[in-house]
């Protein structure tokens, strides 16, 4: 890494190299029911920029610049109210696409309400998620088409988590798949699991081998180990441009949920997950059916505040040392003394700093799908500064919904890709068979 190469990959303002980037897709920004029609305005950072969001008397979605155009009072103090967010300081009135609606402190025979707007984006809403379009575009691109996206609200289970770090180095945790074995399963041996669990190979080989390739939508990783006799254990995930990860922790015929990790500045951001609620729940009890120490899943969010940076906070923070526990840690079984599996990434990632110094690291095998993620970014990224050419995804959304990951065994010998491709074939489609 060069530190040009570390600033394009992190920096996400207007007129950066990914932000740039980033403006062409559209952006996960919040879940449906975080606004009310009528509702208080919400402060939402989205890419480095200070905006708000509110929901109008009709349902529409507005998000727009905070800053009033008139005199740049924050319309977070505005009132909602009839289909329009009314500045306190002279009353300008804006609707959800930044015309200017009314001007009452302005005479009438002096109004100039149609030459004023509002900075806002385009947002839209699809299955309790509210997305929105940063671009210069005068038409937005299509919806991206990410399977579980496509999920109808009630089969989807969505999570919003924010991460007091760097966006790449909070995504970076979910393509890293051999720090499971000690991270989350370090303090786990075979004998503890079920017999059937698939989780066994990968505390019982916690150095594993790799394919990693580029793909039309990004990049993937194959990491496999010996699954037994005539047998091979693989762990296949994805990164899918621009921030989007699907993890191996599932069985792959079943294991629909995608990831997304919204940078909102340079130094936070917002992780949103989706998953299929179908699916089964990852194995994370010992034989005797209790919890493995470690492995908990639930969230322990504080309160939100309405600051720039106050929603979907966890407990467990760099001020509280993420609530480390050393005599559980001391005990055994827990590896790390943290509770959750969530919360352990989270604690690595932040430690690592705002912003991670690549310079000072010493990547090695296992970081492959690191290494081969960064240069896909800087390609694509530099690329689109260079000839504006349309990233992959951005218009043709349909190549990002085939992508799948999970874990399986298969005979042993199988080429990595026949391998994937056999599962591709198996594995579970909800909105094809809900069609049908």
Not at 280 to 295: E, I, Q, S
Request: with cysteine; aromatic share 10%.
């Amino acid at each position: 890494m060069r530190q040009q190469d570390s600033d394009d990959l992190v920096r996400v303002g207007p007129g950066t190299t990914m932000g740039n980037l980033m403006r062409q897709y559209w952006l996960p920004a919040a879940m449906s029911a975080e606004l009310k029609p009528d509702g208080e305005p919400m402060r939402l950072m989205l890419l480095g920029e200070k905006l708000i969001a509110f929901r109008d008397s009709s349902g529409r979605v507005g998000i727009m610049d905070q800053k009033c155009p008139h005199r740049c009072a924050s319309l977070f103090l505005g009132r909602n109210e009839e289909n329009g967010i009314r500045c306190v300081y002279h009353g300008w009135k804006f609707d959800t696409e930044g015309n200017c609606v009314d001007m009452p402190s302005v005479p009438p025979e002096r109004d100039f309400k149609h030459l004023v707007k509002a900075k806002a984006y385009k947002a839209v809403e699809r299955n309790g998620l509210v997305w929105v379009y940063m671009g210069e575009r005068k038409s937005a691109p299509p919806l991206p088409q990410i399977e579980a996206t496509l999920l109808p609200e009630a089969d989807v289970q969505i999570q919003f988590v924010q991460r007091e770090c760097n966006w790449l180095q909070a995504l970076e945790g979910d393509i890293d798949t051999c720090h499971f074995g000690f991270l989350h399963g370090g303090g786990i041996n075979a004998d503890m699991l079920p017999d059937d669990a698939l989780l066994r190979h990968t505390v019982t080989n916690r150095a594993p081998d790799y394919h990693v390739a580029d793909t039309d939508v990004g990049t993937m990783y194959a990491a496999f180990r010996d699954g037994g006799p005539n047998q091979t254990y693989w762990r296949f995930a994805n990164f899918m441009l621009p921030f989007w990860t699907q993890t191996p922790q599932g069985k792959f015929a079943t294991h629909l949920h995608n990831r997304a990790w919204v940078p909102m500045d340079d130094e936070h951001t917002m992780f949103v997950s989706l998953r299929w609620r179908q699916e089964p729940a990852f194995v994370t009890n010992d034989r005797d059916g209790k919890l493995m120490p470690g492995f908990g899943r639930n969230f322990d969010y504080l309160p939100d505040t309405t600051d720039w940076h106050g929603r979907w906070r966890l407990n467990g923070r760099p001020d509280n040392d993420w609530l480390i526990d050393r005599a559980a840690q001391a005990r055994g079984g827990n590896f790390t003394g943290i509770a959750g599996i969530h919360q352990q990434d989270q604690a690595v990632t932040e430690s690592m700093g705002p912003i991670t110094d690549h310079l000072w690291e010493h990547l090695g095998p296992s970081d492959m799908m690191i290494m081969r993620t960064r240069r896909r970014l800087l390609a694509v990224a530099r690329a689109f500064a260079k000839n504006g050419a349309a990233p992959p995804g951005v218009d043709d959304p349909d190549i990002m919904y085939p992508v799948r990951s999970g874990d399986f065994v298969s005979e042993a010998g199988l080429e990595w890709r026949e391998a994937y491709d056999r599962q591709m074939q198996a594995a579970a489609r909800p909105l094809q068979e809900a069609a049908e």
